[in-house]
């Protein structure tokens, strides 16, 4: 089992959809939980942090589940421009710092 | 935020040459940074760990030997691929922890694409 696994996609929606991706993460001892885009032959940019109180920022909302370890990213109102592949990220300290990314989900947002 | 410089952006060489890419954290101080490869329509994969001021942690299945990593200061990690063949040709990532208190973010160099001919 992989130790963070992700929607395989990719997610065609059109404009104005809401769109939803889901993560599962294997290792209980993950300690902090990130959603980041990344454009096709870009770095990744960091989206925003999950927390397990929910977090929104603007057509953004993202949810932690600890007891389930499940984390979601919804966008709302979806924009040509949110075309990107939206990565799950979780850190883990087990005797040192490790960032485990999830293959990514691919989303196209047509007119 | 944080900025991640990652050099060079491009690179074409020869097979059998060897390439040095560059990742600084331009305005704090990273005690790791990581590297990572990223083939075509597929994830990151993290290669290795680099550790300011000791020896780099290699994922299972990269070569130390083949894949060189220094990161003799807190602003400054390279990796140098040697005796570069075109199965090494890839998209390499850098990335650097900052650590504010409690949160800890991660930052990406914009990466590099290395063609070997």
């Known amino acids: 089992r992989k130790e963070v696994e992700q929607d395989p996609g990719p997610f065609n929606v059109p404009e104005g959809a809401t769109v939803a991706f889901n993560c599962t993460y294997s290792?209980?001892?993950?300690?902090?939980f990130f959603w980041y885009r990344q454009d096709c032959r870009k770095e990744p940019k960091l989206l925003m942090s999950v927390y397990s109180s929910g977090n929104e920022d603007g057509r953004f909302t993202a949810q932690l589940n600890r007891a389930s370890q499940y984390i979601s990213l919804l966008i709302r109102d979806s924009k040509l421009s949110d075309s990107a592949t939206y990565l799950c990220v979780v850190n883990l300290n087990t005797g040192g710092f490790k960032t485990i990314f999830g293959a990514g989900t691919r989303l196209f947002v047509k007119a | 935020g944080a900025v991640v410089s990652q050099h060079p952006s491009r690179v074409i060489c020869k097979s059998g040459t060897s390439v040095k890419i560059e990742c600084r954290s331009l305005d704090f101080q990273a005690t790791t940074m990581f590297w990572y490869r990223q083939f075509p329509k597929q994830s990151l994969m993290l290669m290795a760990t680099?550790?300011?001021?000791?020896?780099?942690?290699?994922e299972q299945g990269v070569e130390k030997d083949k894949f060189l990593i220094n990161h003799a200061s807190l602003t400054l990690s390279t990796l140098t691929v040697t005796s570069a063949h075109p199965e090494d040709s890839s998209f390499y990532i850098c990335s650097a922890r900052e650590r504010t208190g409690a949160n800890e973010k991660l930052f990406f160099g914009s990466g590099t694409q290395l063609s070997v001919l």
């Open positions: 290792n209980s001892a993950s300690q902090s």
């Open positions: 680099s550790n300011e001021g000791s020896k780099a942690t290699y």
